[in-house]
Structures are given as structure tokens and as C-alpha cells.
């Protein structure tokens, strides 16, 4: 993981635990997924995420790659999200915030999809039906918590939809 992007996520995790901002430290991904996610995103210059939370993940996404531009859905612009991303201004310039569902696709061209969203079956289902026209060839699309007890909807949108791909981290990854 780049030092810069450690660094936002160690300033990200202070500010919040001054903040009291207690479901913001519970509701982002993990430091390791996070890492491997980036792994993914190499080289990846338009990505797209569902589910933006306290946007700690789409201000590394985009930290993590100076060419790079994020998209992140979520129809609920969550407390503190303005200050995590002052932490991180130049990045944050990069990012498109949309308030709505991750279902409302738009663009195309996008080279990695990170779902991380409802956590249930059919509203995922619907995500992937809706952003697969608009994924570039060769996509990478990282299902988050996959494997989690409380998510069963993810795997079971994974496996209603038929994607073969592997397990990485917390993580389903699908190759399109
Ligand atoms: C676990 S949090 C996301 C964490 C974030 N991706 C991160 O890594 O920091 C889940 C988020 O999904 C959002 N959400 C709920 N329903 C959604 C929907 N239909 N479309 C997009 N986001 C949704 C919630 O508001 C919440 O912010």
C-alpha cells in the first residue's frame, strides 16, 4: 500500500476516533482488503464504487493513483465524509460523490467495480445487471464480504448471477 495512502487511512482513523465517529470505524473495509484492492485497482484509471460509507476507501482509491478517477454511490451522504476528504484534498478532486443508489449506472468504460453496497441478494443481483453494459473488456469486479456471516446476500448474488472468480481477502473477484 503507497505511504501516502497509509497515511491517510492512520489520519482518517485519529480523526474519527476524535470525532467519535464510531460506525465510521466500524463501517470501513478493512486495512487489508483495502490493500488488496488497491493491488487490483493497478493500472485501473476509471473505477466505480457502490456503497461510498465514510469514503475512506474511495479517498485511498483515489490517492493510490494520480491518473485515476472514482466514482462512489451511495444514497446516504454519511456524517464526517467532507472532513475525511479535506484530508486528502487533491485526491478528493478526483472523486465523483453521487447520492443515489448504486443500481443508477451511468458512464461506461469502467475498469474496476467495487460492490460494497446493500449486502444483500437481490439488490446486488440488480447492481451487477445494471453496471455490466458499462464495464470496459477485461473489468475486474471485487464483491466485498463475500465470505462474511452476517452478508449471506452477497455470496448469494454472486452465486445467482453464475460468476466464476476467486476469493481474495474478503472479497469474490470476477475477471469480465
Ligand atoms: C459498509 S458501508 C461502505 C464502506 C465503504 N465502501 C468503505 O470501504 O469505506 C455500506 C454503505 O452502503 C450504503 N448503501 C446502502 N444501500 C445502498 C445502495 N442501494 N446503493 C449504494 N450504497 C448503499 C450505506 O449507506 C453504507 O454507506
Known amino acids: 500500500?503507497?505511504?501516502?495512502?497509509?497515511?491517510?487511512?492512520?489520519?482518517?482513523?485519529?480523526?474519527?476516533r476524535r470525532l467519535d465517529h464510531a460506525w465510521g470505524l466500524e463501517a470501513a473495509?478493512?486495512?487489508g482488503d483495502v490493500a488488496e484492492l488497491l493491488r487490483l485497482a493497478r493500472?485501473?484509471?476509471?473505477?466505480?464504487?457502490?456503497?461510498?460509507?465514510p469514503g475512506w476507501t474511495t479517498i485511498a482509491l483515489a490517492l493510490a493513483?494520480?491518473?485515476?478517477?472514482v466514482t462512489t454511490f451511495d444514497p446516504v451522504v454519511h456524517d464526517h465524509r467532507d472532513a475525511y476528504a479535506a484530508l486528502a484534498s487533491?485526491?478528493?478532486?478526483?472523486?465523483e460523490w453521487v447520492t443515489a443508489p448504486g443500481v443508477d449506472a451511468r458512464g461506461d468504460g469502467v475498469?474496476?467495480?467495487f460492490v460494497d453496497s446493500t449486502?444483500?441478494?437481490?439488490?446486488?443481483?440488480?447492481e451487477?445487471?445494471?453496471?455490466r453494459p458499462r464495464l470496459a473488456p477485461g473489468a475486474v469486479v471485487a464483491f466485498h464480504d463475500y465470505d462474511h456471516p452476517e452478508f449471506p446476500g452477497v455470496r448469494a448474488a454472486v452465486e445467482a448471477l453464475g460468476l466464476a472468480g476467486e476469493l481474495r481477502g474478503g472479497m469474490w473477484i470476477t475477471h469480465v
Open 90 to 95: 487533491d485526491a478528493a478532486a478526483r472523486i
Open 65 to 69: 493513483d494520480p491518473e485515476r478517477r
Open 43 to 53: 493500472g485501473r484509471r476509471h473505477v466505480v464504487e457502490l456503497g461510498t460509507g
Open 1 to 16: 500500500m503507497p505511504l501516502r495512502v497509509r497515511w491517510f487511512l492512520w489520519r482518517a482513523r485519529r480523526l474519527a
Open 111 to 113: 475498469e474496476l467495480l
Open 29 to 31: 473495509t478493512r486495512r
Open 128 to 131: 451487477f445487471q445494471a453496471w
Open 119 to 126: 449486502h444483500e441478494r437481490e439488490p446486488t443481483v440488480a
